[in-house]
């Protein structure tokens, strides 16, 4: 069946500094790969998307990358700034319906 | 993009008692779903919402524990019924916006605390 695995937190991290949130995923055949953020308060966004494999998604400094052949999709980010302290999801679409799996989401906390 | 408003923020409510969740969209959208997020766990998908027929549920979910309502192409209603403190959660609307290439979009969600 379908699942995602995610980098366990909270990850706390100085302001500027580099940051990694691991997701690795299982699937059958060619899903589609996200990462939502919930900032304080609010409901999730999506941060980025990739649909096939070796797409790289990004936005707002943000990146990941469809791996299949490591079955992951890491969110990478060079430097990360106070607001971007939030919980992300890593999560996948399956190919047939509109079912979406999460991953159990990653506390980040960026301190000045 | 769909904005999505959903009601009500957080409750606390007594074991036993029944609570229902709106969640207003300010564009048609066809497809409605609702998820919970238990303390320290991914969001699990409880049902979708389809307009004028009963909803779809997921494995574990029932109609008599979570009736939900979706008399149009803009509101949807999940009631928790008999609740026990099991059904502390975060409980989320989300909506498929086919408009836009975005997939889904989320409430800020109802975060439920049963005693």
């Known amino acids: 069946g379908n699942s995602v695995t995610q980098m366990e937190g909270p990850v706390t991290l100085s302001e500027e500094a580099f940051l990694t949130i691991n997701c690795t995923y299982t699937a059958t055949g060619y899903p589609s790969l996200f990462w939502y953020v919930q900032y304080p308060g609010e409901g999730l966004q999506l941060l980025l998307k990739a649909t096939k494999a070796d797409d790289k998604g990004s936005n707002k400094g943000f990146e990941a990358t469809y791996r299949k052949e490591t079955t992951s999709f890491h969110l990478e980010k060079g430097s990360v700034q106070v607001s971007d302290s939030a919980v992300y999801f890593c999560a996948l679409s399956g190919n047939t319906g509109n079912q979406f799996y999460f991953g159990t989401g990653t506390s980040l906390t960026v301190i000045p | 993009s769909a904005v999505i408003s959903q009601k009500p923020s957080r409750d606390i409510c007594q074991r036993g008692t029944s609570l229902t969740i709106q969640c207003q969209v300010d564009s048609q959208v066809t497809m409605m779903f609702w998820y919970r997020q238990q303390p320290g766990q991914s969001l699990t998908l409880i049902a979708t919402a389809n307009q004028g027929s009963e909803a779809t549920y997921e494995s574990g979910f029932v109609i008599d524990k979570f009736p939900i309502s979706r008399p149009n192409l803009t509101f949807s209603t999940l009631t928790v019924s008999n609740m026990s403190p099991e059904d502390s959660s975060i409980y989320l609307c989300?909506?498929?916006?086919?408009?836009?290439?975005?997939?889904?979009?989320f409430g800020s969600g109802t975060q439920l605390s049963v005693l």
């Open positions: 989300s909506v498929e916006h086919s408009a836009t290439n975005e997939k889904l979009f």
